[in-house]
């Protein structure tokens, strides 16, 4: 017994002196590990552009950004036409239909769990939420085609089920995890002292969430809304599977009358998603898919450095 | 006696302030469980649509032609061995890369800039990252469409997941330990080593966990990098059947069949698909579920 605990300390000691005299190295190795995150973001924009470069300088971007007509395979004789416009209408559409019932529901249940949540409901909720985010953009796909989208066709016979709004509720459902944690940090952060003093002033709690917590917390909630945004953007497998897929610009007509709620749309990513694996490596269309990724690309990395000051701003701010 | 001119009754003003209040109240609740309530619905009728193929056979049995019968192995066996093959490239990386932005890292630009970009890596939509997969991993590096390329591209994506987690379980350990052991001398990698990671192990292992939970729901990233509809694998032999893929085999994964079964195949019967979805969302959330025990356990034994 004894012996066998000084042979496995001693083997212990060696070990140890190994990885003591190895301290120059762990350091070459730590210092890469931590700067690989600045290469593997270079070289996503590189092998991105690089994969597009060929078609770049050739792009009709009057055409891409105006122009409702994606014919990567017209009929013989014609040449292609890449107008991206229904394609970036159907982005849009879906990232602010989705938010507009994502922000108010997201918020209040941050303002919920953060103000007015004790205890063990507290908990509960917050754990509830934390599963929430881990259900996986295919099962929203998966319930969007499958369960939602036959729920809808009975309530709008004339109509399929798998249209906007179907995309905007299933990418509503996944935003609103993070717009709930990203928007209960930015309550925490505000000091107790100043619900006290509103308190001490005879204020109700409700009166302290919209006067004193919100003007104190606008850009924390600014940021989770972009952070939204983000997520929507660039929502894959939910979008292709509920959006329906086709490219659909409502006229001014169906705006006012909402008709355009239950048209199909064609986001960004699920035109990438649904092409890509039908082309060829290396043909123009194969390219244009890339000249989509670019733009997507742009939008989230945007997006996430913005909220990010943000956030860095306030947190700076209020210690 | 009027109740305003006594000082403890509410006066009518406070007590419209108090009603509000309530309605107010009322209303965020009502918010919070409109977010959860139907996606519980939506859950157990999942479940209960799947109910009729749910079996040990249907775990075990490989899919039938198309997949309209038989089970699920080969994807799951699939999604086993991609989070595998990514968390063996991802998990040292990351918690290298955690190790680095908080006990190394100087306070200036170049580590703002890193922070910048595990931000920007966690925010770069799924299917640029697999666009990312192609361009880096299947074309340039010659990998092709294999089960490396895509957890390579996993791998690339859920970086940030092990780097947060690991920053934020180092920081948790109070500066008087490592104060204290170079106090005695140990040199800054020992007290990492001895003091910093033994202390911090299990909020690294909440954000592997996470890991796990983000690369087997991932379908995106993998579409073009290396997952298949069907992939032909004779499974007689009892170590084809537990290792069915090579490194640089196309693979079936548990999600991406989710999406070929209710999208792509006409004729598919409901509770085959009913049956995929409810094994990924029970694998999914059963292993978030770890996560969340462990950090809870974790809460209630920390010392400090």
Same mark, same amino acid.
């Given at each position: 017994m004894a012996d066998g605990k000084k042979s496995?300390?001693?083997?212990?000691?060696?070990?140890?002196?190994?990885?003591?005299?190895?301290?120059?190295?762990?350091?070459?190795?730590?210092?890469?590990?931590?700067?690989?995150?600045?290469?593997?973001?270079?070289?996503?924009?590189?092998?991105?552009?690089?994969?597009?470069?060929?078609?770049l300088p050739s792009v009709n971007w009057g055409e891409f950004f105006f122009e409702n007509r994606w014919l990567p395979n017209p009929a013989i004789g014609n040449k292609p036409v890449y107008g991206a416009a229904g394609i970036l209408y159907g982005t849009l559409a879906i990232t602010v239909v989705s938010m507009v019932f994502a922000m108010p529901f997201g918020l209040a249940a941050a303002i919920y769990i953060s103000e007015f949540a004790k205890g063990k409901v507290k908990e509960t909720l917050k754990v509830l939420i934390e599963l929430l985010a881990a259900i996986p953009s295919i099962i929203w796909g998966f319930i969007g085609l499958v369960v939602m989208g036959p729920i809808l066709h009975k309530i709008f016979p004339e109509h399929t089920g798998v249209n906007l709004l179907n995309a905007s509720l299933m990418v509503g459902f996944m935003a609103i995890p993070l717009i709930v944690s990203i928007s209960e940090d930015a309550l925490r952060a505000v000091p107790d002292s100043y619900r006290e003093a509103a308190l001490a002033l005879g204020?109700?709690?409700?009166?302290?969430?919209?006067?004193?917590?919100?003007?104190?917390?606008?850009?924390?909630?600014?940021?989770?809304?972009?952070?939204?945004?983000?997520?929507?953007?660039?929502?894959?497998m939910a979008v292709w599977m509920a959006s329906g897929g086709t490219e659909n610009i409502p006229t001014a007509n169906e705006v006012f009358n909402f008709s355009f709620l239950l048209d199909r749309v064609k986001a960004m990513t699920a035109t990438i998603a649904s092409e890509m694996p039908d082309v060829a490596h290396g043909d123009e269309h194969y390219q244009m898919l890339f000249v989509i990724?670019?733009?997507?690309?742009?939008?989230?990395?945007?997006?996430?450095?913005?909220s990010d000051l943000v956030i860095k701003g306030v947190k700076k701010k209020l210690s | 006696?009027?109740?305003?001119?006594?000082?403890?009754?509410?006066? @009518?003003?406070?007590?419209?302030?108090?009603?509000?209040?309530?309605?107010?109240?009322?209303?965020?609740?009502?918010?919070?469980?409109? !977010?959860?309530?139907?996606?519980?619905?939506? *859950?157990a009728y999942i479940f209960h649509e799947a109910s009729p193929v749910l079996s040990f056979s249907y775990v075990w049995d490989d899919p039938g032609p198309l997949g309209k019968s038989g089970g699920i192995w080969l994807p799951l066996m699939g999604t086993f061995y991609l989070v595998l093959t990514s968390l063996a490239i991802v998990a040292p990386l990351g918690i290298l890369a955690g190790i680095y932005l908080n006990e190394y890292a100087p306070?200036?630009?170049?580590?703002?800039?890193?922070?910048?970009?595990? $931000?920007?890596?966690?925010?770069?939509?799924?299917?640029?990252?697999?666009?990312?997969?192609?361009?880096?991993?299947?074309?340039?590096?010659?990998?092709?469409?294999?089960? !490396?390329?895509?957890?390579?591209?996993?791998?690339?994506?859920?970086?940030?997941?092990?780097?947060?987690?690991?920053?934020?379980?180092?920081?948790?350990?109070?500066?008087?330990?490592?104060?204290?052991?170079?106090?005695?001398?140990?040199?800054?990698?020992? $007290?990492?080593?001895? *003091?910093?990671?033994?202390?911090?192990?299990?909020?690294?292992?909440?954000?592997?966990?996470?890991?796990?939970?983000?690369?087997?729901?991932?379908?995106a990233p993998i579409l073009f990098t290396g997952a298949?509809?069907?992939?032909?694998?004779?499974?007689?032999?009892?170590?084809?059947?537990?290792?069915?893929?090579?490194?640089?085999?196309?693979?079936?994964?548990?999600?991406?069949? !989710?999406? @070929? @079964?209710?999208?792509?195949?006409?004729?598919?019967?409901?509770?085959?698909?009913?049956? $995929?979805?409810? @094994?990924?969302?029970? !694998?999914?959330? $059963?292993?978030?579920?770890?996560?969340?025990?462990l950090r809870g356990w974790l809460r209630s034994r920390k010392k400090w």
């Open positions: 496995s300390s001693s083997f212990r000691a060696l070990g140890s002196r190994f990885l003591d005299g190895a301290e120059p190295l762990i350091r070459v190795v730590i210092y890469a590990s931590g700067w690989s995150s600045i290469l593997f973001v270079g070289a996503i924009f590189f092998f991105i552009f690089k994969e597009a470069a060929p078609i204020a109700s709690k409700w009166e302290v969430v919209y006067r004193v917590l919100f003007p104190a917390a606008k850009n924390g909630l600014l940021a989770a809304a972009m952070l939204g945004v983000g997520r929507a953007v660039g929502e894959t990724g670019i733009v997507l690309l742009c939008i989230s990395v945007f997006i996430n450095v913005v | 006696m009027e109740a305003a001119d006594h000082p403890f009754v509410a006066s @009518v003003h406070e007590q419209r302030k108090l009603f509000k209040e309530k309605i107010a109240r009322a209303l965020m609740l009502s918010a919070a469980l409109a !977010l959860i309530v139907p996606v519980l619905v939506i *859950i306070d200036n630009w170049l580590t703002r800039a890193i922070g910048m970009a595990v $931000t920007s890596l966690a925010g770069v939509p799924s299917i640029v990252h697999a666009l990312f997969g192609v361009g880096a991993f299947v074309l340039t590096l010659k990998m092709g469409e294999s089960l !490396l390329a895509a957890a390579c591209t996993i791998a690339v994506m859920t970086i940030p997941v092990i780097v947060t987690a690991t920053r934020e379980a180092l920081g948790a350990v109070p500066m008087s330990f490592r104060e204290a052991c170079w106090n005695m001398g140990a040199t800054k990698w020992q $007290t990492i080593r001895t *003091i910093v990671l033994p202390n911090s192990v299990s909020g690294i292992l909440t954000g592997v966990i996470l890991e796990v939970s983000r690369a087997a729901g991932e379908t298949a509809a069907v992939v032909a694998v004779n499974t007689e032999s009892i170590d084809r059947k537990l290792v069915p893929y090579d490194l640089d085999d196309k693979f079936m994964a548990l999600s991406y069949h !989710l999406h @070929v @079964v209710a999208e792509k195949i006409s004729g598919m019967p409901e509770e085959m698909k009913f049956g $995929t979805a409810a @094994v990924l969302i029970a !694998l999914i959330l $059963t292993v978030n579920s770890v996560s969340i025990a």
